[in-house]
Antibody
């Protein structure tokens, strides 16, 4: 059974940093591109970032480019999101997700999310 | 970026009646080389992550009831629930997977009338 478990969220002051983790199990982690998607309280879904299978390629939403860094450790089956220079508008539930089809057909697996709150 | 616009923002339908949610993309999400529309539909219930209902605009995921169907091509898409059940009350999102950023629609809140 595919499981994605996010952790690392919490309360941080504006300008601060946080590193999120997503522990994956139940599938061959190294074979799949991985994504982060966020959802501000009471708001819609926003795609944040994607990383290739070997970590050599990544892409970001404009809103986080230059501040967030996605990475992965295939030996530990873990996805990361390093978030720096955090702003109030980064407050959200952060999900890791993936699509298991050979082409991007939609994200068929999601974690439960980890909540990041940016506030003084 | 491709902008996804859903309509309506909210919808109230009687039990057993049809519910229709529309999604329009600012540019085509039909990939000509394989004739696939890179459009997905999700259902999200309170306190839960989204659940993928439909891929490729019209392919139902395993285990999704057949009252859910997707249609459309190019820039205009529709999610239809043929006979609304109480458990279908949720938020529904469309998403394009044609190009990054993989943008979502703003969501449609479906309620019972």
């Amino acid at each position: 059974e595919v499981q994605l478990v996010e952790s690392g969220g919490g309360l941080v002051q504006p300008g601060g940093s946080l590193r999120l983790s997503c522990a994956a199990s139940g599938f061959t982690f190294s074979r799949y591109w991985m994504h982060w998607v966020r959802q501000a309280p009471g708001k819609g879904l926003v795609w944040v970032s994607r990383i290739s299978t070997d970590g050599s390629s990544s892409i970001y939403a404009d809103s986080v480019k230059g501040r967030f860094t996605i990475s992965r450790d295939n030996a530990k089956n873990t996805l990361y999101l390093q978030m720096n220079s955090l702003r109030a508008e980064d407050t959200a539930l952060y999900y890791c997700s993936l699509y298991t089809s050979s082409l991007p057909a939609g994200f068929d697996y999601w974690g439960q999310g980890t909540l990041v709150t940016v506030s003084s | 970026d491709i902008v996804m616009t859903q309509s309506p923002d909210s919808l109230a339908v009687s039990l057993g009646e049809r519910a229709t949610i529309n999604c329009k993309s600012s540019q085509s999400v039909l990939y000509s080389s394989n004739n696939k529309n890179y459009l997905a539909w999700y259902q999200q219930k309170p306190g839960q992550p989204p659940k993928l209902l439909i891929s490729w605009a019209s392919t139902r995921q395993s285990g999704v009831p057949d009252r859910f169907s997707g249609s459309g091509s190019g820039t205009d898409f529709t999610l239809t629930i043929s006979s609304l059940q109480a458990e279908d009350v949720a938020l529904y999102y469309c998403q394009q997977c044609y190009s990054t950023p993989y943008t979502f629609g703003q969501g449609t809140k479906l309620e019972i009338k």
